[in-house]
């Protein structure tokens, strides 16, 4: 069994960039990720080693998530400037449109339902296998496919309505 320092050198940035894409603020990721570890290190001798480490970590880190959504009025705000900076070597017209896909795309995932966002985020940003989310949500493998299955065509469909507006 990993230490706790091997858990946190390992999985700190992966826990972080789950609450940023949730939250799309720097600060709030970054606490939220060090509140996860806290609680890790508080629970860490009755975890029993049933589920992988890192099914483990997102489920402290989720259960964390729904800690503090409760106790705030939640919005989602465009990710941050740093994020919206493109790399220096491009034109400027490329730059802008990068921004603007990014823009749209952000702007979608947060009108998806909470679980579709969480489920896609999950999935296709940190790739966890369908038996890990359905760990960390507490539902069944197929709950989460058909889950995913839907948040990937309501993304879909908004993406393109919203991409025709513009």
Do not use: C
Request: without cysteine.
């Amino acid at each position: 069994m990993k230490t706790i320092e091997d858990i946190y050198k390992t999985y700190e940035k992966p826990i972080f960039h789950y609450f940023y894409g949730l939250t799309g603020n720097t600060h709030l990721a970054e606490e939220l990720t060090q509140e996860t570890f806290f609680q890790v290190l508080r629970t860490f001798s009755r975890f029993r080693g049933e589920a992988q480490v890192t099914t483990w970590l997102y489920k402290v880190a989720r259960n964390v998530y729904s800690m503090w959504k409760r106790k705030q009025k939640v919005s989602y705000p465009l990710p941050e400037s740093e994020m919206l900076k493109g790399p220096v070597s491009h034109e400027p017209d490329m730059v802008l449109e990068l921004k603007e896909k990014l823009i749209l795309t952000w702007s979608v995932l947060q009108e998806l339902p909470e679980n579709y966002r969480e489920v896609f985020w999950l999935r296709e940003w940190h790739e966890l296998a369908y038996e890990q989310i359905a760990v960390i949500m507490g539902k069944s493998v197929p709950w989460v496919k058909v889950t995913l299955h839907r948040a990937r065509l309501q993304f879909r469909k908004t993406y393109a309505e919203k991409e025709g507006k513009e």
